[in-house]
């Protein structure tokens, strides 16, 4: 994963690009990272923003042909994994996923991961995975974001290297793509649980319908989380925003 690997001054969103370029025939692999983004994109429609150069803001554009389409948010996993031993090595710091989609740093948002896919005739056709990491965000930067959040600056008290950083991100997604594509599911949910922040936790859901409160039991092979609602009673969720009690 990685090549080619393009850089942009500016841009509209490396997710939008990576689309785009899948949509004209770009290969498995590219890997788009910018400075800045004029219309980075969130979960839910909502906006992502960060201050000019401070971030890592990277999309992978993969082409897993033969992943069934119910697994596709495995690679949002992959991503977040990888993202988590890459801090861990290279930083030593502990980062733990959030499901769906974030890393966390000391109970704050580090990362936002946005994994955006397209299907043909029922199999996948291209997926966009793109993370924001906050890497030297000043605690002023870190201020002016509306909920409480980590950046690798802040938690260590030293800049880091984004490219070094993105080359030890992309050696790991290496590692744990091909051993989603290899089968090896419980390896992966494995270490998910892991570095799970959730795991054991009490928690509410919001699903987009209601909201459904428990324990986190657990994760599936297939990413979806395991909720106990009570004695005996287990709900499998398949998306929606986490609070924790
Ligand atoms: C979230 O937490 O809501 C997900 C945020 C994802 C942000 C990244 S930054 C790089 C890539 N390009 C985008 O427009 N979004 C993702």
């Known amino acids: ?61 993969l082409r897993p042909v033969d992943l069934p389409v119910d697994l596709v948010f495995l690679l949002n996993n992959v991503v977040s994994l990888a993202v988590c ?26 990362v ?11 199999r996948i056709d291209h997926v966009v995975v793109g993370a924001g990491l906050n890497v030297n965000w000043s605690p002023e930067d870190l201020a002016m974001l509306p909920a409480p959040a980590a950046s690798l600056l802040a938690a260590s008290g030293r800049r880091w290297d984004r490219a070094v950083l993105l080359a030890a991100i992309l050696r790991q997604a290496d590692a744990l793509y091909a051993s989603l594509l290899a089968g090896q599911l419980e390896a992966l949910r494995d270490e998910y649980q892991r570095q799970s922040l959730l795991l054991g936790r009490q928690v509410t859901i919001d699903d987009g319908g209601a909201l459904v409160g428990g ?4 994760f599936e092979p297939d990413g979806a989380l395991r909720l106990s609602t009570g004695p005996g009673r287990v709900r499998i969720v398949r998306h929606g925003d986490v609070s924790l009690k």
């Open 112 to 122: 936002g991961v946005l994994t955006e896919f397209t299907c043909r005739a029922d």
């Open 1 to 61: 994963l990685g090549r080619p690997l393009l850089h942009y001054q500016t841009i509209d969103s490396t997710n939008l690009e990576a689309r785009r370029l899948a949509e004209a025939g770009a290969a498995h692999g590219a890997c788009l990272c910018a400075e800045h983004q004029s219309a980075g994109r969130g979960r839910l429609g909502r906006a992502w923003q960060a201050p000019v150069g401070a971030s890592l803001l990277f999309s992978l554009l």
């Open 215 to 218: 324990q986190v039991a657990g």
């Open 85 to 110: 031993r890459a801090v861990e090595g290279l930083c030593g710091l502990r980062a733990m996923v959030k499901w769906p989609n974030d890393v966390f740093l000391d109970g704050r948002k580090l």
